[in-house]
């Protein structure tokens, strides 16, 4: 065997000619293998600077130093591996050790951040962009580094805000260890020119995927169970934090008005033949027309239509659900928990279906399907199965948030969806808005009709005003007719009227208000006129409890809000004042709006006038009395007089 050929040093190698037409981003055997054994014997040295590197990204070598607690004696130059030719890039190197030592979250995912920039680079700079597998690889990888990046700048907010480090739990370690595996596997691939067929990139970019995946999903439920036990440590602090407010992340809330409690149900002798349609309807055996809609004007009583069969079909052990959208709550404007709400309360009323159900719910994915194959999973597939008559109602459906596309995927999700259900009957109420109307019009199997022309006219509200209005005196009878007329068969306009002309020591003068204007607008506006003082003060105080009320995120109880607000008296007696267009049963019921035009109204600079409710203003209360409720709880001693700012500061400094 001839002798081995002596390697020249490092510092008297001369590229041949060959080499010097190689691409400069490719490291050869003998520049690589000199460099390795340099290394050994100066692993501790300080990091040369960027352009002594070749082929490898030059991003965040400025931000070495972030790494140094778990990577202090990290290599000049990181050791290739011995199956590649191509030298590893320092970033998936560092990356390896961050994950290996770190305990502080953000560190690894800033080293998948820098490693994945330079796995982006190499790719684009050595792959040609025609290569079609290739190109979706180097997609999927930006936008992991735009996911990444994204995840990088909320932990800093929420670390900002908080005070303590996110600890680097194992849930996220395992994955994103996966994932960086499959990062080099990519890196050294193109480092040895090894442009694999279309499939077999496929096969990477699906592992890639599932892979960060299975990451992000550790992290999610990681700051879930963060936030969970962040809300059981409230207890400890003595706010008086109800139980039932410190819910799972994984459950909706629980005062979420999915049922639409502050709804009752019609007015005995009202809404007759509306109602005898409906029964009709649902107990008829064809099936061509499987959907009722209830299109009609707001307040002229679709919920209560609602409310009232709700209670019937309940009462005669039927299988049904019910979603009531309202734009009182985030919930309730969008479809996030309409699936689950939905699907639960089918769950309740027959246990097959509730098995059914579970056995989709055991898919560790399933919360993070698409709104559709949730949609199949949850509720279309148990109906299916179980072939029995069942009752949807969703109502209020023009308050489900079109803004960012909830109701069109609703709309689109039924009708392609439930007609495929026997013996399913779906009962719809909303206002008859374009995108609506046009859906009910074009969806093959829907009945669409309003009050007067199931009724044949408006009688039905002007027997409930008589009804109401039956103990004011003879010599007022005569006006109670045109309080019926005006009423125009509104029926939330009839409803507030009575309730001024109830609660009101001034019968007559509530009686000529009623007579200058019939809009719903000029209601609301007497409302607030007949049943608020006239000095400022009272009406400061009206507008600061109406703009927390609104600004809320879900309704609050007098009891909540009063632990809460500075003057813990002033939410009762203004609560108490508006009784005619708030709602609630005691100290204890959540408050809520009579109506969605009342929050419609009380936020148009154009219709409320002088009652105009700044949301801006209701959150900055909110979040400086909670603020202040926090610090009071903690500091011994703290003033009281320091509770919160005077109200009409606040609303100078935000708004004038």
Not at 80 to 88: E, G, H, I
Not at 577 to 590: E, M, Q, V
Request: some cysteine; charged content about 25%.
């Amino acid at each position: 065997m001839p002798p081995k050929r002596k390697r020249p040093a490092a510092t008297t190698t001369v590229p041949s000619k060959r080499r010097s037409q190689r691409s400069n981003r490719l490291v050869s055997d003998e520049q690589d293998a000199d460099n390795e054994s340099e290394l050994v014997a100066s692993d501790a040295g300080p990091w040369p600077p960027p352009s002594s590197y070749s082929g490898v990204s030059k991003l965040h070598f400025d931000d070495i130093s972030q790494y140094s607690d778990v990577a202090p004696s990290f290599p000049q130059f990181p050791r290739r591996s011995s199956r590649f030719k191509y030298a590893r890039g320092p970033a998936l190197v560092i990356l390896d050790a961050v994950i290996n030592k770190s305990t502080h979250l953000p560190q690894p995912l800033s080293a998948a951040r820098d490693a994945l920039q330079a796995v982006i680079q190499i790719v684009t700079e050595n792959i040609n962009v025609e290569n079609q597998g290739w190109a979706a690889l180097t997609k999927t990888l930006r936008f992991h580094l735009s996911t990444v990046q994204d995840q990088l700048v909320k932990l800093a907010v929420d670390e900002g805000i908080d005070k303590s480090p996110l600890s680097f739990d194992p849930t996220i370690k395992e994955p994103l260890r996966s994932y960086a595996s499959t990062l080099k596997e990519i890196y050294d691939l193109v480092g040895n020119k090894k442009i694999y067929p279309r499939r077999d990139t496929d096969v990477i970019r699906h592992n890639l995927d599932e892979e960060f995946h299975q990451y992000s999903r550790g992290l999610h439920r990681f700051v879930a169970s963060t936030v969970d036990q962040l809300r059981k440590n409230l207890l400890q602090v003595d706010l008086a934090v109800p139980q039932k407010a410190l819910t799972t992340y994984s459950s909706w809330p629980e005062d979420i008005n999915a049922y639409g409690a502050q709804h009752s149900q019609c007015h005995p002798g009202t809404r007759i033949k509306t109602l005898d349609t409906i029964r009709k309807w649902a107990n008829s055996d064809d099936s061509t027309e499987w959907m009722f809609c209830l299109l009609d004007f707001a307040g002229s009583g679709k919920s209560t239509i609602s409310k009232h069969m709700d209670r019937e079909w309940n009462s005669d052990q039927k299988l049904m659900a019910r979603f009531f959208f309202s734009r009182d709550t985030a919930e309730t404007m969008s479809i996030k928990w309409f699936c689950s709400i939905v699907a639960n309360a089918f769950a309740s009323r027959d246990g097959r279906f509730k098995t059914i159900m579970n056995v989709f719910k055991k898919r560790q994915d399933y919360e993070l399907l698409s709104f559709e194959e949730q949609f199949e999973g949850l509720i279309v597939a148990p109906l299916k199965a179980l072939s029995r008559p069942a009752i949807l109602i969703i109502d209020a459906l023009d308050e489900c948030d079109n803004e960012h596309g909830h109701r069109s995927k609703l709309l689109n999700t039924i009708a392609n969806q439930l007609p495929k259900i026997p013996h399913l009957r779906v009962f719809v109420t909303g206002r008859p808005e374009r995108d609506i109307k046009e859906w009910a019009t074009t969806t093959n199997g829907v009945f669409r009709a309003n009050f007067l022309q199931l009724e044949g006219n408006q009688d039905d509200v002007g027997r409930y005003i008589r009804q109401r209005l039956s103990h004011l005196p003879p010599n007022l009878q005569a006006q109670v007719s045109q309080v019926v007329e005006n009423a125009e068969g509104v029926f939330i306009w009839a409803r507030i009227a009575c309730d001024l002309l109830c609660k009101t020591v001034n019968v007559q003068d509530v009686l000529k208000s009623l007579e200058t204007d019939v809009t719903l607008e000029y209601l609301y506006t007497v409302a607030l006129e007949q049943s608020v003082p006239k000095e400022s003060h009272s009406r400061r105080a009206v507008l600061m409890v109406l703009e927390v009320i609104l600004a809320l995120q879900s309704p609050r109880s007098i009891a909540e809000l009063s632990r809460v607000l500075p003057n813990p008296d002033v939410v009762e007696a203004v609560a108490s004042t508006l009784g005619s267009i708030l709602l609630y049963k005691d100290r204890n019921d959540p408050i809520r709006l009579i109506h969605a035009t009342l929050r419609e109204f009380l936020t148009s600079a154009t219709k409320a006038g002088p009652w105009l409710v700044r949301l801006g203003l209701g959150h900055h209360i909110l979040a400086s009395s909670c603020i202040n409720l926090l610090a009071h709880a903690t500091e011994e001693g703290r003033s009281s007089s320091s509770y919160i700012r005077d109200d009409a500061v606040c609303r100078k400094e935000l708004f004038e």
